[in-house]
């Protein structure tokens, strides 16, 4: 039979009782574990350990923010510069992408030009010289005249 009710529960297929996360017990009887004292949670710089009721509490010095996953503490916001050099580096990107895109539908579109215009040439004349130019040929007499 478990001691303390409220805090462990009996198990059906051991004999004695077993402890919630954050209890410790020895089958019997469970107790709430101290994870400060024992040091396994907030042992990152800055960060104060409360220990609570079947867990703990930790917090972190001024303004910053605890990530239980990562036992760590960060800035709750980021500074004005590093959010400039952020923006900057952001747009830079976007403008070498931009720039780099239009160069190469430039060069693309000047290729294919040229390849239609040799294509083309192939079959009509392009020139200016020869579009409006007509040729004329003397009209030859079908009969050699005896003179």
Same mark, same amino acid.
């Given at each position: $039979?478990?001691? *303390?009710?409220?805090?462990? &529960?009996?198990?059906?297929?051991?004999?004695?009782?077993?402890?919630?996360?954050?209890?410790?017990?020895?089958?019997?009887?469970?107790?709430?574990?101290?994870?400060? &004292?024992?040091?396994?949670?907030?042992?990152?710089?800055?960060?104060?350990?409360?220990? /609570?009721?079947?867990?703990?509490?930790?917090?972190? &010095?001024?303004? @910053?923010?605890?990530? $239980?996953?990562?036992? /760590?503490?960060?800035? +709750?916001? =980021? =500074?004005?510069?590093?959010?400039?050099?952020?923006?900057?580096?952001?747009?830079?990107?976007?403008?070498?992408?931009?720039?780099? !895109?239009?160069?190469? &539908?430039? +060069?693309? +579109?000047? !290729? $294919?030009?040229?390849?239609?215009?040799?294509? $083309?040439? @192939? !079959?009509?004349?392009?020139?200016? *010289?020869?579009?409006? @130019?007509?040729?004329?040929?003397?009209?030859?007499?079908?009969? @050699?005249? =005896?003179?």
């Amino acid at each position: $039979m478990c001691l *303390n009710l409220f805090n462990a &529960k009996q198990e059906e297929d051991l004999s004695g009782c077993k402890c919630p996360f954050g209890f410790k017990g020895d089958g019997h009887k469970c107790e709430d574990v101290d994870e400060c &004292k024992e040091g396994v949670v907030c042992q990152c710089n800055g960060c104060s350990c409360k220990n /609570t009721w079947g867990g703990y509490d930790c917090k972190c &010095k001024g303004n @910053q923010l605890y990530i $239980m996953e990562h036992d /760590t503490c960060i800035e +709750r916001h =980021s =500074s004005k510069v590093g959010r400039v050099l952020m923006f900057s580096f952001l747009a830079i990107a976007v403008g070498a992408g931009v720039a780099g !895109y239009i160069f190469y &539908k430039y +060069r693309l +579109r000047s !290729y $294919m030009d040229s390849e239609i215009m040799a294509i $083309m040439s @192939q !079959y009509m004349p392009l020139d200016n *010289n020869h579009q409006n @130019q007509v040729v004329h040929h003397e009209a030859e007499p079908l009969r @050699q005249s =005896s003179v």
